[in-house]
């Protein structure tokens, strides 16, 4: 089936850095790509997606590009904020035509003022 | 977006007694639920998917006596875990499918 792996944090900056977080996954064929947030004591929520090889999901700032020659996702943000403080799951549908996710490890984001 | 809550938010139990943990879809209704469960700096593995009106479909490796789940309504579903031990001890999330999923705040459940 169908993996992600996700770097570890956790990642910390200061508030206006550049932002990275990698993500790359094994699959079959070209499925779906998310990445998902989770603030603190709230809910993962669905940040931002790429249907398709070469395509670019954003949202909120960030941004995270369907790179099918190097199998990654990585996730990318030019200014970081306090509020960005978070952590990040990069995920994928476990095989094809099908609701189930897998997800990556998770990686905490820390920013500072 | 949609709001998925679950209940309780953490839970402490002692060894061999049932917890129950629901997920109520606050504003949509949903035919299917999931159950995931995330060990401490570990992915979200998915444990279950509940299907209202039908039973839920275990992932491998779960057992299905130990991991109670009922989706009694198109906004409900339930997990029980039976005579639980500390290695259930486990933080628990749900989510409930419109177009998207949609996913709970979690629930810790810590046994001793």
């Known amino acids: 089936g169908n993996s992600v792996t996700q770097m570890e944090g956790p990642v910390t900056l200061s508030e206006e850095a550049f932002l990275t977080i990698n993500c790359t996954y094994t699959?079959?064929?070209?499925?779906?790509l998310f990445w998902y947030v989770q603030y603190p004591g709230e809910g993962l929520q669905l940040l931002l997606k790429?249907?398709?090889?070469?395509d670019k999901g954003s949202n909120k700032g960030f941004e995270a590009t369907y790179r099918k020659e190097t199998t990654s996702f990585h996730l990318e943000k030019g200014s970081v904020q306090v509020s960005d403080s978070a952590v990040y799951f990069c995920?994928?549908?476990?095989?094809?035509?099908?609701?189930?996710?897998?997800f990556g490890t998770g990686t905490r984001l820390q920013v500072f003022p | 977006g949609a709001v998925v809550s679950q209940h309780p938010s953490r839970v402490i139990c002692k060894s061999g007694t049932s917890v129950k943990i629901e997920c109520r879809s606050l504003?949509?209704?949903?035919?299917?639920m999931f159950w995931y469960r995330q060990f401490p700096k570990q992915s979200l593995m998915l444990m279950a998917t509940?299907?209202?009106?039908?039973?839920?479909?275990?992932e491998q490796g779960v057992e299905k006596d130990k991991f109670l789940i009922n989706h009694a309504s198109l906004t409900l579903s339930t997990l029980t875990v039976t005579s639980a031990h500390p290695e259930d001890s486990s933080f628990y999330i749900c989510?409930?499918?419109?177009?998207?999923?949609?996913f709970g705040p979690g629930t810790r459940l810590t046994v001793l």
């Open positions: 989510s409930a499918r419109a177009h998207e999923q949609f």
């Open positions: 699959a079959t064929g070209y499925p779906s």
């Open positions: 790429a249907t398709k090889a070469d």
């Open positions: 995920a994928l549908p476990g095989s094809y035509n099908t609701d189930k996710l897998i």
């Open positions: 504003d949509f209704q949903a035919t299917t």
């Open positions: 509940s299907n209202e009106g039908s039973k839920a479909t275990y």
